[in-house]
């Protein structure tokens, strides 16, 4: 089991940028594929990227795809989601998730989550 912790989210303006974190414990971090996904209230939680254990390999929601980038670093046992371009429907609880493989991540199949960081993106 991977024990995941995010950091990063705050309140931004329309239009800027941000970078969260997720640091990860426990199981070997380079062999699981990690992801994002986020909650705004009132909706349920939507996948918004994912990366391989080697991140040659990402993916990521329509809805984000071209603003966001997902990244990871393995020696630091960290993924990243840069985010670009917010907008206020961005605004949501960004949640870290560990996963066999990208496309596990990205279907829901999901071994550990992160307790969330929340992301505020102001009109």
């Known amino acids: 089991q991977v024990q995941l912790v995010e950091s990063g989210g705050r309140l931004v303006q329309t239009g800027g940028s941000l970078r969260v974190s997720c640091v990860a414990s426990?199981?070997?971090?380079?062999?699981?594929?990690m992801g994002w996904y986020r909650q705004a209230p009132g909706k349920e939680r939507e996948f918004v990227a994912a990366?391989?254990?080697?991140?040659?390999?990402?993916n990521y929601a329509d809805s984000v795809k071209g603003r966001f980038t997902i990244s990871r670093d393995n020696a630091k046992n960290t993924v990243y989601l840069q985010m670009n371009s917010l907008k206020p429907e961005d605004t949501a609880v960004y949640y870290c998730?560990?996963?066999?493989?990208?496309?596990?991540?990205?279907?829901?199949?999901?071994?550990?989550w992160g307790q969330g960081t929340q992301v505020t993106v102001s009109s």
């Open positions: 998730a560990a996963g066999t493989t990208a496309y596990s991540v990205r279907v829901g199949t999901i071994g550990s």
């Open positions: 426990g199981r070997t971090f380079s062999s699981v594929a």
């Open positions: 990366i391989s254990w080697s991140g040659g390999s990402t």
